[in-house]
């Protein structure tokens, strides 16, 4: 973005202007840049723009670096948490499992109390 910004105010009608002094001598060339509203800019102007983009710049590169790190956490936790769930889901099964397990059992018990009943009656 920052180059863009310099490109446009360097591309719309970026003047080098050499100024002659009293005695006919060209001193140093200002550099100027005019805008599409014939204002003015002068090199300090663009010096100081420029700086202010590289701040800007700064900023949002520190700002795009919290962010990062605030993905990169909530994807850690994220993570963390699908793998509890994962043991969750395991313990559950096999709960269910033991739950099954011991409910069969109960019925076997609750049948051979049953054959049991029925030839303590015979005697």
Not at 69 to 80: A, E, G, I, M, P
Request: glycine share 6%.
């Amino acid at each position: 973005m920052r180059y863009l910004v310099a490109l446009v105010l360097y591309g719309t009608f970026l003047c080098l202007q050499g100024v002659r002094d009293g005695g006919g001598v060209l001193a140093q060339p200002q550099l100027v840049a005019v805008d599409g509203n014939g204002s003015e800019f002068n090199e300090f102007d663009i010096e100081h723009f420029m700086l202010k983009l590289e701040q800007l710049d700064l900023r949002m590169m520190r700002f795009e670096l919290t962010i990062q790190k605030k993905v990169d956490t909530v994807s850690s936790v994220l993570q963390n948490l699908v793998h509890v769930i994962e043991n969750l889901a395991w313990h559950i099964s096999e709960t269910e499992r033991s739950a099954n397990s011991a409910e069969h059992q109960l019925k076997v018990i609750a049948k051979n109390l049953t054959l049991l009943h029925k030839e303590m009656r015979l005697f």
